[in-house]
């Protein structure tokens, strides 16, 4: 079993330096016409944060799609994945994971040139000398519930009424003491006489 | 570039606001998410001693899972591509589920614990159309083991631990079809036996090490030979001849073949008609299936057969389990009325018969894999995995079923909603009351802690639990918001399911086809399915009901059938066998005096049958008659062409059938144009207003018509997929075709564009997707349609005097001017379907809800599909809502109605309105099925489950508090000011 492992790892390292020399690598296969494609699906640089609910992101759940769906394939374990017997042309190559967003890759495979392949990504053109996929940005699907602060509790409808009336309370008899009594009291015989009740009346119920 | 991008990221942020959101702990609370697997094809048993007991199944959905088998719960689930159907599963070195997809060409290895690809081989197979057989024999060769994967006339050796091809050999005859492969034990000699152009037989003798050839040998055949085979022992097999009635019993000893012919009629007495092998592997036993029974027979000495077991019945035969060196045992299923029997046979020996009631909605048994376990005194036991008509699987345990999976409805062809029953008058209890307050105030304690983030995450998992368990999202009654609906689906074996959108269950399910068949029916088969009666107005106390429409027999021409069905309770109110075929049914804006709506199915000779039958339909239809329309697209030959009805039809004299008159055709080009897709607006889309206001006051009228049609045709170069087409050959011309009149509203040519097309019609716009080559970058187009004969109603005179043209109705006879605003735009991903939202009285913005090709289900607000986006919007349009133009429209993660979940293998989305004009309810089906209720322009008619009622309350007691201190105050200041 270790052993076996062992021959595993020793074949992906094999894999990989190949991949260092000749990273868009294609081969005109036995049947002829096609070629083959592959590439790799990088997550190293990405450590995820807020994916909900325990869900740790998998590779074993990241699919490679072939031109909106005429092949898929999926990413072994090292991240390589590969397509086999493809038509020279332009292709585009997708990449689904619900953890992450990546971009759509245009591959074109020369029919002239036999093997020659180039690859950009399609949502800002650039162009890759190989054929390493990254995610552009991990995808967030909820929103985040924002920490719990006075200032919103203050902010809400019913908290603007609460410091509304506390302001009230506390702040315009402090602007009353600044009037004069007799002016006061004039201003509130003005008031009895124009009908306007006071609030001190009111609740006591007599005007 | 760089700045573009941040540019439009910076924009996103800011857009974010308005984009369809829920917080991580909603999930769950309006939505549900069910996982299935579909039909099942091959089952492996994975029943080890250590870890879990699962069995690994391949179904017809092309996916490939793990199963609990205790539980049936999925433990991983991987579905492949369309093209890609699985031929044979397997294991190996126990740690490993091979699949061999794509007619023998792809062989994948998966670990069996979590379902990780660990490798993938492409086989290179030059003819892969070729009839073949796969083994996956694990042939040892030192540490590793080989999968050996047979193609016509090769053998390819595949190491099990890297996938790489260790040999092959390409045995290059002519013909040659192999049929079986094995190594006798502690033998480095594979054994290869075909046949060649069904005469000769041919074996090889390949070192399993090298893959050399060592010797071959071929004889020729005394009968000619059939491709079915079963291999009974290591050294002989029997195989069927073409007339299926003869044995063929070929023994390969030591380089030789010889062959015997065994007529079946000696050796099962009342044998007739054609027999059928069930294929098995070794121990001497094989089983012929014939018309009338099951016969297990033995072989014995050279040229001796006999029968050893039948059962009398035809019942469906599993696979054989090898339990011992000596021992081979078959499940036999029955199926009668509604209880299945399955009987064990070891050695052909009756050893175990269960019988077992089951639900009469699942139909016949279709396949069956059986499983042994030991007992603890050493005996066997048996379990059997039952795939059943209706494609749900089933196991079968000491005589009960343990578990059941309802895979049917990973193959939905066909949905509509239903309204549940009203709920009835009754008092409620005090107590009861007394409890739900208490409850509800006990809830709301929780909410607030949850909101004042203090809580624990006990109280956390408390307040999921209670959202989850919240009775009133799942009663079976209507409510006043309308939240509460059945989603009635159809899936493709014909059975129907009423889902309810509160938690997905399933209400009612019926198979409904077992019923019709007969001598006037022989395969009945469910087409489409549509509202027959949804009551309001006169018919309230009436059942709504559906309408279920099929067809007797595989061809177009062969009859229908129709039923109705009770939408509360799944009851058939009524089955009838059509005396014409079904071409295309077509739901009327009409109904009946008992609300029944009416419908017309056109059979294949192009005439118009009105249903329901009844004279006050009939009339109700022949008064419309003159105002009705048909069009049909006819693909093959790239026309359109629309019909009016008129009175009398071809093929009978009956009262309720019309005949049809050609009035308009368009012909595409068929040289330089193919149509590859058609859309329309939802007949019972609302719309709220024609007019649309503009920013500088001007208004703009919508030309909404229902008989607008969008087609797509592309040229016939970039019919294919993508990467099959070079731009230059390449283009896509979108129509806007009035039905009536055949009149085409607009046309527009996208150069170097090329399918497929994607398009969604609404109100006065049409949006649709596809892959534009130049860029290689998908786009997605909005045309907006505008009536320009009513653009001169701005003067308020006009209006004040009644000169203007507003209360005219809108109508395809009259031909206005209509001018058309148009604006494209990147779209990142690929798209599997599009669908639009519809709200009750279709006021609320809409949203685009897109499926995209990692199934998820993004909804897209339709402000971002607005041809009058500019790059730099003035003040006013942007006051207006009017977002900035930028070339990509943007994927907002949060804007994903299906948040972490993805619907498998996405192919519809499904958008129905409540009776809250804010919400919309979302159903998108696969192989699985999502649900969730969405506001598109937030809830603003009604107080969410996130509002604090205890906030409110303890807001209301602050306020009276307060107002109480503030009185006291002022007496007491009142008394010292009378003191003065």
Same mark, same amino acid.
């Given at each position: %079993?270790?052993?076996?492992?062992?021959?595993?790892?020793?074949?992906?390292?094999?894999?990989?330096?190949?991949?260092?020399?000749?990273?868009?690598?294609?081969?005109?296969?036995?049947?002829?016409?096609?070629?083959?494609?592959?590439?790799?699906?990088?997550?190293?640089?990405?450590?995820?944060?807020?994916?909900?609910?325990?869900?740790?992101?998998?590779?074993?759940?990241?699919?490679?799609?072939?031109?909106?769906?005429?092949?898929?394939?999926?990413?072994?374990?090292?991240?390589?994945?590969?397509?086999?017997?493809?038509?020279?042309?332009?292709?585009?190559?997708?990449? &689904?994971?619900?953890s992450y967003l990546f971009s759509p890759v245009r591959v074109d495979i020369s029919a002239r040139n036999p093997g020659k392949i180039q690859a950009a990504l399609t949502e800002n053109r650039r162009a890759l000398n190989e054929l390493v996929l990254e995610p552009m940005k991990d995808e967030q699907y909820y929103e985040i519930r924002e920490p719990f602060s006075m200032l919103s509790l203050v902010k809400s409808p019913m908290g603007l009424m609460i410091g509304f009336m506390v302001l009230v309370m506390f702040v315009f008899p402090k602007m009353m003491d600044g009037v004069d009594p007799e002016e006061m009291r004039q201003a509130q015989e003005q008031m009895r006489e124009h009908g306007i009740p006071s609030i001190s009346n009111l609740v006591a119920g007599r005007s | 570039m760089e700045a573009r991008f941040l540019l439009g990221f910076l924009l996103l942020l800011s857009l974010s606001s308005f984009a369809f959101a829920i917080y991580?702990?909603?999930?769950?609370?309006?939505?549900?998410?069910?996982?299935?697997?579909?039909?099942?094809?091959?089952?492996?048993?994975?029943?080890?001693?250590?870890?879990?007991?699962?069995?690994?199944?391949?179904?017809?959905?092309?996916?490939?899972?793990?199963?609990?088998?205790? !539980?049936?719960?999925?433990?991983?689930?991987?579905?492949?591509?369309?093209?890609?159907?699985?031929?044979?599963?397997?294991?190996?070195?126990?740690?490993?589920?091979?699949?061999?997809?794509?007619?023998?060409?792809?062989?994948?290895?998966?670990?069996?614990?979590?379902?990780?690809?660990?490798?993938?081989?492409?086989?290179?197979? &030059?003819?892969?159309?070729?009839?073949?057989?796969?083994?996956?024999?694990?042939? $040892?060769?030192?540490?590793?083991?080989?999968?050996?994967?047979?193609?016509?006339?090769?053998?390819?050796?595949?190491?099990?631990?890297?996938?790489?091809?260790?040999?092959?050999?390409?045995?290059?005859?002519?013909?040659?079809?192999?049929?079986?492969?094995?190594?006798?034990?502690?033998?480095?000699?594979?054994?290869?036996?075909?046949?060649?152009?069904?005469?000769?037989?041919?074996?090889?003798?390949?070192?399993?090490?090298?893959?050399?050839?060592?010797?071959?040998?071929?004889?020729?055949?005394?009968?000619?030979?059939?491709?079915?085979?079963?291999?009974?022992?290591?050294?002989?097999?029997?195989?069927?001849?073409?007339?299926?009635?003869?044995?063929?019993?070929?023994?390969? %000893?030591?380089?030789?073949?010889?062959?015997?012919?065994?007529?079946?009629?000696?050796?099962?007495?009342?044998?007739?008609?054609?027999?059928?092998?069930?294929?098995?592997? &070794?121990?001497?036993?094989?089983?012929? $299936?014939?018309?009338?029974?099951?016969?297990?027979?033995?072989?014995?000495?050279?040229?001796?057969?006999?029968?050893?077991?039948?059962?009398?019945?035809?019942?469906?035969?599993?696979?054989?389990?090898?339990?011992?060196?000596?021992?081979?045992?078959?499940?036999?299923?029955?199926?009668?009325?509604?209880?299945?029997?399955?009987?064990?046979?070891?050695?052909?020996?009756?050893?175990?018969?269960?019988?077992?009631?089951?639900?009469?909605?699942?139909?016949?048994?279709?396949?069956?894999?059986?499983?042994?376990?030991?007992?603890?005194?050493?005996?066997?036991?048996?379990?059997?995995?039952?795939?059943?008509?209706?494609?749900?699987?089933?196991? %079968?345990?000491?005589?009960?079923?343990?578990?059941?999976?309802?895979?049917?409805?990973? &193959?939905?062809?066909?949905?509509?909603?239903?309204?549940?029953?009203?709920?009835?008058?009754?008092?409620?209890?005090?107590?009861?009351?007394?409890?739900?307050?208490?409850? +509800?105030?006990?809830?709301?304690?929780?909410?607030?802690?949850?909101?004042?983030?203090?809580?624990?995450?006990?109280? %956390?998992?408390?307040?999921?639990?209670?959202?989850?368990?919240?009775?009133?999202?799942?009663?079976? !009654?209507?409510?006043?918001?309308?939240?509460?609906?059945?989603?009635?689906?159809?899936?493709?074996?014909?059975?129907?399911?009423?889902?309810?959108?509160?938690?997905?269950?399933?209400? +009612?399910?019926?198979?409904?086809?077992?019923?019709?068949?007969?001598?006037?029916?022989?395969?009945?088969?469910?087409?489409?399915?549509?509202?027959?009666?949804?009551?309001?107005?006169?018919?309230?106390?009436?059942?709504?009901?559906?309408?279920?429409?099929?067809?007797?027999?595989?061809?177009?021409?062969?009859?229908?059938?129709?039923?109705?069905?009770?939408?509360?309770?799944?009851?058939?109110?009524?089955?009838?066998?059509?005396?014409?075929?079904?071409?295309?049914?077509?739901?009327?804006?009409?109904?009946?005096?008992?609300?029944?709506?009416?419908?017309?199915?056109?059979?294949?000779?192009?005439?118009?049958?009105?249903?329901?039958?009844?004279?006050?339909?009939?009339?109700?239809?022949?008064?419309?008659?003159?105002?009705?329309?048909?069009?049909?697209?006819?693909?093959?030959?790239?026309?359109?062409?629309?019909?009016?009805?008129?009175?009398?039809?071809?093929?009978?004299?009956?009262?309720?059938?019309?005949?049809?008159?050609?009035?308009?055709?368009?012909?595409?080009?068929?040289?330089?144009?193919?149509?590859?897709? !058609?859309?329309?607006?939802?007949?019972?889309?609302?719309?709220?207003?024609?007019?649309?206001?503009? !920013?500088?006051?001007?208004?703009?009228?919508?030309?909404?018509?229902?008989?607008?049609?969008?087609?797509?045709?592309?040229?016939?170069?970039?019919?294919?997929?993508?990467?099959?087409?070079?731009?230059?050959?390449? +283009?896509?011309?979108?129509?806007?075709?009035?039905?009536?009149?055949?009149?085409?509203?607009?046309?527009?040519?996208?150069?170097?564009?090329?399918?497929?097309?994607?398009?969604?019609?609404?109100?006065?716009?049409?949006?649709?997707?596809?892959?534009?080559?130049?860029?290689?970058?998908?786009?997605?187009?909005?045309?907006?349609?505008?009536?320009?004969?009513?653009?001169?109603?701005?003067?308020?005179?006009?209006?004040?005097?009644?000169?203007?043209?507003?209360?005219?109705?809108?109508?395809?006879?009259?031909?206005?001017?209509?001018?058309?605003?148009?604006?494209?735009?990147?779209?990142?991903?690929?798209?599997?379907?599009?669908?639009?939202?519809?709200?009750?009285?279709?006021?609320?913005?809409?949203?685009?809800?897109?499926?995209?090709?990692g199934d998820q289900v993004l909804a897209l607000d339709k402000r971002y599909l607005d041809p009058r986006r500019t790059a730099n919007p003035s003040q006013e349009e942007k006051e207006e809502g009017i977002i900035p133009l930028t070339d990509t429209l943007p994927i907002i993660p949060q804007s994903y109605v299906t948040h972490t979940r993805q619907v498998g293998d996405l192919r519809g989305i499904m958008s129905f309105p409540a009776n809250l004009e804010s919400t919309t309810h979302v159903f998108s089906y696969g192989i699985d099925l999502f649900y969730t209720r969405i506001a598109p322009s937030r809830t603003y008619d009604s107080l969410t489950d996130e509002f604090s009622y205890v906030l409110l309350l303890i807001t209301v007691v602050v306020l009276i508090v307060a107002i109480l201190v503030t009185w006291a105050m002022s007496q007491k200041k009142d008394l010292q000011e009378k003191w003065r």
């Amino acid at each position: %079993m270790e052993r076996s492992s062992a021959l595993i790892g020793l074949i992906f390292l094999l894999i990989s330096i190949s991949c260092l020399i000749n990273p868009i690598s294609a081969a005109a296969s036995g049947s002829g016409e096609g070629y083959s494609i592959a590439g790799r699906v990088k997550l190293d640089n990405f450590v995820t944060k807020g994916f909900g609910l325990g869900h740790s992101p998998k590779l074993s759940e990241t699919k490679v799609i072939l031109n909106g769906g005429q092949r898929t394939t999926f990413v072994r374990p090292d991240g390589y994945f590969s397509f086999h017997d493809v038509p020279a042309g332009t292709h585009l190559i997708e990449v &689904s994971s619900i953890s992450y967003l990546f971009s759509p890759v245009r591959v074109d495979i020369s029919a002239r040139n036999p093997g020659k392949i180039q690859a950009a990504l399609t949502e800002n053109r650039r162009a890759l000398n190989e054929l390493v996929l990254e995610p552009m940005k991990d995808e967030q699907y909820y929103e985040i519930r924002e920490p719990f602060s006075m200032l919103s509790l203050v902010k809400s409808p019913m908290g603007l009424m609460i410091g509304f009336m506390v302001l009230v309370m506390f702040v315009f008899p402090k602007m009353m003491d600044g009037v004069d009594p007799e002016e006061m009291r004039q201003a509130q015989e003005q008031m009895r006489e124009h009908g306007i009740p006071s609030i001190s009346n009111l609740v006591a119920g007599r005007s | 570039m760089e700045a573009r991008f941040l540019l439009g990221f910076l924009l996103l942020l800011s857009l974010s606001s308005f984009a369809f959101a829920i917080y991580e702990d909603q999930v769950g609370l309006a939505d549900w998410h069910k996982r299935y697997i579909g039909k099942v094809k091959h089952a492996v048993f994975h029943t080890q001693k250590t870890g879990r007991r699962r069995v690994v199944v391949s179904t017809e959905e092309n996916a490939i899972a793990s199963l609990d088998l205790r !539980t049936g719960d999925i433990l991983w689930r991987h579905v492949l591509g369309k093209n890609d159907a699985v031929d044979q599963i397997g294991l190996s070195l126990g740690k490993y589920v091979l699949t061999l997809s794509s007619q023998g060409s792809v062989l994948r290895a998966w670990n069996l614990p979590d379902g990780q690809m660990v490798w993938e081989t492409d086989l290179q197979i &030059s003819n892969p159309s070729n009839s073949f057989l796969h083994v996956l024999g694990n042939v $040892k060769s030192g540490r590793d083991s080989l999968s050996l994967v047979c193609n016509g006339g090769s053998i390819r050796a595949v190491s099990s631990i890297d996938g790489l091809v260790v040999w092959k050999k390409d045995l290059s005859i002519d013909g040659l079809k192999l049929k079986h492969v094995f190594q006798p034990p502690e033998s480095d000699t594979i054994y290869a036996i075909g046949f060649i152009d069904s005469s000769l037989i041919a074996l090889y003798h390949i070192n399993a090490k090298t893959g050399e050839l060592l010797k071959h040998a071929t004889q020729a055949s005394s009968v000619d030979l059939s491709s079915e085979i079963s291999a009974i022992s290591s050294d002989s097999l029997v195989a069927l001849d073409t007339s299926r009635s003869n044995l063929l019993l070929i023994k390969f %000893m030591a380089g030789t073949i010889t062959n015997h012919k065994l007529p079946l009629s000696d050796i099962v007495q009342d044998f007739s008609g054609l027999a059928e092998l069930i294929p098995t592997k &070794s121990n001497d036993i094989f089983v012929v $299936k014939t018309p009338s029974n099951v016969a297990f027979i033995k072989v014995k000495g050279d040229n001796e057969i006999e029968l050893i077991g039948k059962a009398d019945e035809a019942g469906i035969v599993s696979d054989s389990l090898t339990l011992s060196e000596e021992e081979q045992a078959f499940a036999v299923v029955h199926h009668s009325n509604n209880a299945i029997s399955l009987q064990v046979r070891i050695n052909g020996r009756e050893a175990l018969t269960e019988g077992i009631k089951i639900e009469d909605h699942r139909g016949h048994v279709k396949r069956v894999f059986l499983n042994n376990y030991v007992r603890t005194d050493k005996s066997h036991g048996f379990r059997a995995l039952i795939v059943m008509e209706d494609e749900s699987l089933l196991l %079968m345990q000491q005589g009960e079923v343990v578990w059941s999976r309802e895979d049917g409805l990973a &193959s939905i062809s066909d949905a509509v909603v239903a309204e549940l029953p009203v709920e009835k008058e009754g008092g409620v209890s005090v107590v009861e009351v007394e409890h739900t307050l208490l409850e +509800w105030l006990k809830g709301h304690m929780l909410k607030l802690k949850g909101t004042l983030m203090l809580s624990t995450p006990d109280d %956390m998992a408390a307040i999921q639990a209670m959202h989850l368990k919240s009775t009133e999202r799942n009663k079976m !009654t209507r409510d006043h918001n309308g939240f509460r609906k059945l989603i009635i689906v159809l899936t493709r074996s014909g059975k129907v399911y009423a889902l309810h959108t509160g938690d997905g269950r399933i209400v +009612w399910a019926h198979l409904l086809t077992p019923l019709l068949q007969s001598e006037s029916c022989p395969s009945p088969s469910v087409l489409t399915l549509r509202n027959w009666r949804v009551p309001h107005r006169k018919a309230l106390q009436e059942n709504p009901s559906i309408l279920l429409v099929g067809r007797c027999g595989a061809g177009p021409e062969s009859h229908g059938f129709l039923f109705i069905v009770d939408s509360y309770s799944g009851k058939v109110l009524e089955t009838q066998i059509l005396d014409h075929s079904i071409a295309e049914v077509v739901p009327l804006p009409l109904a009946d005096s008992s609300e029944q709506k009416l419908h017309l199915v056109i059979d294949d000779k192009l005439n118009a049958h009105l249903y329901p039958r009844g004279s006050d339909a009939l009339e109700v239809f022949v008064r419309e008659m003159a105002n009705m329309y048909y069009y049909k697209v006819e693909n093959a030959k790239e026309v359109i062409k629309g019909y009016a009805f008129k009175k009398g039809c071809s093929t009978g004299s009956s009262a309720y059938c019309f005949g049809t008159r050609e009035l308009w055709s368009v012909v595409f080009p068929s040289d330089s144009e193919r149509i590859v897709a !058609t859309a329309r607006r939802k007949i019972n889309e609302v719309v709220h207003t024609q007019a649309k206001i503009m !920013t500088n006051q001007d208004v703009m009228y919508k030309y909404i018509t229902k008989n607008i049609l969008f087609v797509a045709t592309v040229s016939p170069k970039a019919a294919g997929g993508i990467g099959s087409a070079a731009p230059d050959d390449a +283009w896509l011309v979108a129509y806007l075709i009035d039905t009536v009149t055949g009149r085409i509203l607009h046309r527009v040519t996208h150069q170097g564009a090329q399918g497929p097309v994607h398009a969604v019609v609404s109100e006065n716009w049409v949006v649709y997707h596809y892959f534009n080559l130049r860029a290689h970058r998908y786009e997605m187009t909005v045309i907006e349609i505008y009536d320009q004969s009513r653009a001169d109603n701005k003067d308020v005179m006009k209006l004040v005097l009644g000169k203007h043209n507003l209360t005219a109705p809108i109508t395809s006879y009259s031909r206005p001017e209509i001018a058309t605003k148009s604006q494209s735009y990147f779209f990142t991903h690929s798209v599997k379907a599009i669908a639009v939202t519809t709200t009750a009285r279709g006021i609320t913005s809409k949203q685009i809800l897109i499926g995209t090709i990692g199934d998820q289900v993004l909804a897209l607000d339709k402000r971002y599909l607005d041809p009058r986006r500019t790059a730099n919007p003035s003040q006013e349009e942007k006051e207006e809502g009017i977002i900035p133009l930028t070339d990509t429209l943007p994927i907002i993660p949060q804007s994903y109605v299906t948040h972490t979940r993805q619907v498998g293998d996405l192919r519809g989305i499904m958008s129905f309105p409540a009776n809250l004009e804010s919400t919309t309810h979302v159903f998108s089906y696969g192989i699985d099925l999502f649900y969730t209720r969405i506001a598109p322009s937030r809830t603003y008619d009604s107080l969410t489950d996130e509002f604090s009622y205890v906030l409110l309350l303890i807001t209301v007691v602050v306020l009276i508090v307060a107002i109480l201190v503030t009185w006291a105050m002022s007496q007491k200041k009142d008394l010292q000011e009378k003191w003065r």
